[in-house]
């Protein structure tokens, strides 16, 4: 069955860098727009950034200049380079994907199951 499956997470000093990784598995006919998600504790969960299927990309302004969202077609796997990380980028990050999933050709939602970034020191 198809999967997104994100890694790269852990805990890393503020000011440090991360680069967190989502790749979808299984059988896709395509993957249309995808995304990072964030949810912190007793926070809702919100977005991070967004890029197309034509590479288009958009931020939330809390990461713009730190944050580059970044996929590889080939590889079914989306990125997220994390830059000079602060406290407050400390959450539950959560990779989101519209895909056409066989016999489907409409797109659909499929979340993967989160992983945690802990910016402390």
């Known amino acids: 069955q198809v999967q997104l499956v994100e890694s790269g997470g852990g805990l890393v000093q503020p000011g440090g860098s991360l680069r967190l990784s989502c790749a979808a598995s299984?059988?896709?006919?395509?993957?249309?727009?995808m995304g990072w998600y964030r949810q912190a504790p007793g926070k809702e969960r919100e977005l991070v950034a967004t890029?197309?299927?034509?590479?288009?990309?958009n931020y939330a302004d809390s990461v713009k200049g730190r944050f580059t969202i970044s996929r590889d077609n080939a590889k079914n796997t989306m990125y997220l380079q994390m830059n000079s990380l602060k406290p407050e980028d400390t959450a539950v990050y959560y990779c989101?994907?519209?895909?056409?999933?066989?016999?489907?050709?409409?797109?659909?939602?499929?979340w993967g199951k989160g992983i945690l970034v802990i910016v402390s020191s």
């Open positions: 989101h994907a519209d895909l056409a999933v066989p016999p489907f050709w409409n797109g659909m939602d499929y």
């Open positions: 299984g059988s896709i006919f395509s993957i249309n727009a």
């Open positions: 890029i197309t299927s034509g590479g288009t990309t």
